[in-house]
């Protein structure tokens, strides 16, 4: 059973530009998670999500950014118009089940803004 | 209220000696404990987790003491050894609220020395 998968593991990109983050779960789990890693800080909830539906955003920030989870394929976090403080490292986890406890993590995205 | 605050920030130990790490909360309503281990360059890693209803579990090498009146808990690595070098947060959700979102502290890198 594969774990979490996101792609790509390194991106960069120029002010301005658009970022594309990929989350494939665990096998089972129908259920997502994104944080964000600043360097040097610990990581921050951003967004859950079911497939189809987002069920709590309260930790993403206003304007830019935006997470999918559609009934096919993986859950993809945007970020439009990047800039420098959007670098970090972007880590999806996922579940089989809301209401649990074990969340799984993938091995992240990391995001540089020139 | 959805702090939790970690320390110390960073930690060295001689390999054999006990590693110990300490996390506060002020949300009386987490009802879950977990730790994470990450290397670096890689996603967290769920180590050991405690709910509310025990003060202490143990696994291995590591155990979790729970003080809920004190609304703290800490991560003893006993017999360190060069491999658990690498950082460790603590975290607390709300299983029973949406989604279970983990609010990290800060982190503890650890250095085992040889």
């Known amino acids: 059973n594969a774990g979490v998968m996101q792609n790509p593991r390194h991106l960069v990109r120029r002010r301005g530009q658009e970022a594309r983050l990929r989350c494939s779960p665990m096998?089972?789990?129908?259920?997502v998670y994104w944080y964000r890693q600043l360097p040097e800080e610990g990581l921050k909830f951003m967004v859950y999500l079911q497939k189809e539906n987002i069920i709590d955003e309260s930790g993403m920030p206003k304007e830019r950014f935006s997470a999918e989870f559609p009934k096919e394929g993986p859950s993809i976090l945007r970020i439009q118009q990047v800039v420098r403080g959007d670098s970090a490292a972007y880590f999806c986890a996922s579940s089989p089940q809301g209401f649990t406890d074990t969340q799984y993590f993938g091995p992240g995205t990391r995001l540089t803004v020139l | 209220q959805q702090q939790v605050k970690q320390s110390p920030q960073s930690l060295i130990v001689q390999k054999g000696g006990i590693s110990i790490i300490n996390c506060a909360y002020e949300n009386t309503a987490f009802d879950y404990f977990p730790w994470y281990q990450q290397f670096p360059g890689k996603g967290p890693a769920l180590l050991i987790a405690i709910r509310p209803d025990v003060s202490e579990k143990k696994e291995g090498r590591f155990t979790i003491s729970f003080n809920k009146s004190a609304k703290q808990f800490s991560l003893h690595i006993m017999d360190s050894q060069p491999g658990d070098s690498a950082t460790y947060f603590c975290?607390?959700?709300?299983?029973?609220?949406?989604?279970?979102?983990?609010?990290f502290g800060g982190g503890t890198r650890v250095l085992v020395k040889p």
């Open positions: 975290a607390a959700s709300m299983i029973k609220a949406a989604g279970n979102k983990l609010t």
């Open positions: 096998k089972g789990h129908s259920h």
